[in-house]
């Protein structure tokens, strides 16, 4: 079905490891996935996951300038070759080394140099082609950084010099990776949304399609065709990703619009829009729900997306994420969401039966299914 990735259906770690005002999230480290990353990786293979989304922590290998200790990323990368897992590396997910301002003249070659270094380091432990994705959501990083202050760099209004500057970084990433593996491919990660206007506001449905709009900024500005003063180029626009969670639709500052909702737009229609604006290969780069309602949400995202397929969309992949327990960000509660449970100190885990059988249900209802287009690599 897929001649891109191992797998169609693939699993990410919950891997952010930004700083917010309470104090720096590790999830990988909270959740003991850098010690039992063959153990996890082991049992996804198990259900016929063979490709994963994961991390690097940036803050954890260079806590030096310009000196990388990859202490904390070499178990990982061995543990994904023992398992024969294919890895879709996150380079910079939401978290910057200690002191770094995302806004200084430093932040973009700190970032181009590290990536270059993490190249040659997965490089020199496999001859497949890598898979990154270089900042994740740098539209919700630059709302929840830049406007809103809860994540740092903590900036208030501030919104679109950061997603500026994250691109630029993000271009500088592809251009130094590329110049130590030319045939490494990239995954841009945004969330995708949809915002209506409130009928008690008519004025509020302009403002709602500019902020639905919005979602695209990202992407156009890595290909150039916003902002091409940031050297962005079609080549630097290679693989989509969609993320799309039970909260990403909206009425203009007020409540979510959920499934039978009047407002809300379904999922295939929004990935439908995605393609014919970028034509490129694509996939629902994170997605899931917690507790009781994990299976019938894969259950929709799985119909909505042979939906896509089946209207053109070159759709190549579904990543259940969170695929394992993590600890909330807010208040540290175990948050049980994916196909791997764990205990309460994540020193045990196992396989959730039901949420593996409708998995291999979806698996094959997808069946010989292929991408619409085979012009993409």
């Known amino acids: 079905m897929n001649h891109l990735f191992n797998s169609f259906f693939m699993g990410g770690f919950e891997c952010s490891s930004h700083q917010r005002p309470h104090g720096r999230i590790d999830v990988i480290h909270a959740t003991r996935h850098d010690i039992e990353a063959q153990i996890d990786y082991g049992l996804l293979a198990e259900v016929g996951i063979r490709t994963v989304r994961d991390a690097l ?64 380091i997965v490089g020199d432990h496999t001859d497949e082609p890598p898979f990154f994705c270089p900042i994740n959501e740098i539209s919700f990083w630059s709302f929840i950084g830049g406007d809103r202050g809860a994540f740092y760099p903590y900036a208030k209004r501030r919104g679109v010099p950061l997603k500026r500057r994250l691109v630029e970084a993000t271009l500088a990433a592809i251009r130094a990776i590329r110049s130590v593996t030319p045939e490494a491919r990239f995954i841009q990660c945004e ?108 259950g929709m995202v799985s119909s909505e997306a042979r939906q896509a397929m089946r209207a053109g969309v070159d759709l190549r992949g579904i990543c259940l994420y969170p695929v394992m327990d993590y600890p909330g960000w807010e208040d540290n509660r175990h948050c049980e969401v994916g196909l791997i449970a764990t205990d309460s100190e994540f020193r045990s885990r196992s396989i959730r039966r039901d949420q593996s059988e409708e998995l291999m249900l979806q698996m094959q209802l997808f069946g010989d299914m292929e991408p619409v287009s085979q012009t993409h690599n």
């Open 191 to 298: 969330p995708i949304i949809h915002i209506s206007g409130s009928h008690r506001r008519p004025a509020s449905f302009e403002e709602a399609a500019r902020h639905t709009a919005s979602q695209f900024e990202a992407w156009d500005m890595l290909c150039g065709r916003l902002a091409p003063e940031l050297g962005g180029d079609e080549s630097c626009l290679d693989l989509i990703g969609c993320n799309y969670y039970w909260n990403n639709q909206w009425v203009h500052k007020s409540h979510v619009t959920p499934i039978g909702h009047p407002q809300h737009r379904a999922l295939h229609q929004i990935l439908i829009d995605v393609y014919r604006r970028y034509e490129r290969p694509t996939l629902i780069a994170e997605t899931g729900a917690e507790a009781d309602s994990a299976i019938g949400w894969l």
């Open 57 to 120: 922590r940036w803050h954890l290998i260079e806590q030096t300038p310009g000196v990388y200790d990859w202490s904390s990323f070499l178990p990982m990368l061995q543990a994904a070759l023992a398992t024969k897992i294919q890895v879709i590396w996150d380079l910079c997910h939401w978290g910057v080394p200690d002191g770094l301002d995302p806004f200084s003249t430093e932040f973009v070659p700190r970032f181009e140099r590290f990536c270059r270094a993490a190249a040659a």
